[in-house]
């Protein structure tokens, strides 16, 4: 699976929009991007994820560039409840294992 | 469902003592997975299983460490003779496995030891 970059910190304003980067420039034609989330003392929490296309749920909108070599998560309204640590992990979603490889991830900190 | 259950929550024990987890997964779910989480860093993948077939596990699994999952529903991670580099948090997570579609992990709370 492709390696990430993610910063590791960012702080965001209550109530305005959280965009997390990742840097996957390694990624190959069948791996996705996944994001996950850890809330403190929390296990990680499955966010979204996409092949090429932008994806948008109920939590997030995934954006990746067009040559899928980076990736955003927004946070339309991030609230205080959104401060957590966000992965960025790539996988190939005909994985033998279906494992995923953890990085540091982002801590984002809203703040009021 | 209720989720992935994970028992206990916390353990504290002495180096050299014997410690048991317990993962319930999603009652659904065919593969679940043990990860291990220590400050600061992200979960570190420990070992997988397919029904009740252990199918891959880690380095970082030495010896000490056994896991099983007997009827392919909970499963159990046992460390035998802990050492303080034991302390972590330990978390199980379970997903769906169709042919070649795998669906996401859904992760559990976590056990946390703590090996004075």
Not at chain 1, 9 to 18: F, I, L
Not at chain 1, 42 to 67: C, F, R, V, W
Not at chain 2, 34 to 61: D, H, I, V
Not at chain 2, 79 to 101: F, K, N, P
């Amino acid at each position: 699976d492709a390696k990430t970059t993610q910063p590791p910190s960012m702080d965001c304003a209550e109530g305005r929009a959280a965009n997390l980067p990742c840097n996957h420039s390694t990624i190959s034609g069948n791996e996705y991007v996944y994001w996950y989330r850890q809330i403190h003392s929390q296990g990680p929490q499955y966010i979204i994820h996409g092949l090429k296309n932008n994806e948008t749920n109920e939590m997030a909108s995934l954006i990746i560039t067009e040559d899928r070599k980076s990736s955003t998560l927004i946070l339309p309204h991030a609230t205080l409840r959104d401060t957590a640590v966000y992965y960025c992990i790539v996988r190939s979603y005909s994985s033998n294992t279906g494992k995923l490889i953890f990085g540091q991830g982002t801590t984002l900190q809203v703040k009021p | 469902d209720t989720g992935v259950s994970q028992d206990p929550r916390h353990k504290i024990t002495k180096r050299g003592q014997n410690v048991t987890f317990r993962c319930d997964p999603i009652s659904e779910h065919n593969r679940l997975y043990w990860y291990r989480q220590t400050l600061g860093q992200g979960p570190e993948f420990l070992t997988y299983f397919q029904n009740e077939a252990q199918l891959e596990k880690s380095r970082l699994l030495s010896d000490r460490f056994s896991a099983e999952r007997p009827k392919g529903s909970f499963s159990t991670l046992e460390i035998q003779r802990t050492e303080q580099g034991d302390s972590a948090m330990y978390l199980c997570a379970s997903s769906l496995s169709v042919g070649e579609r795998v669906n996401v992990l859904t992760f559990g709370a976590g056990s946390r030891l703590t090996v004075l």
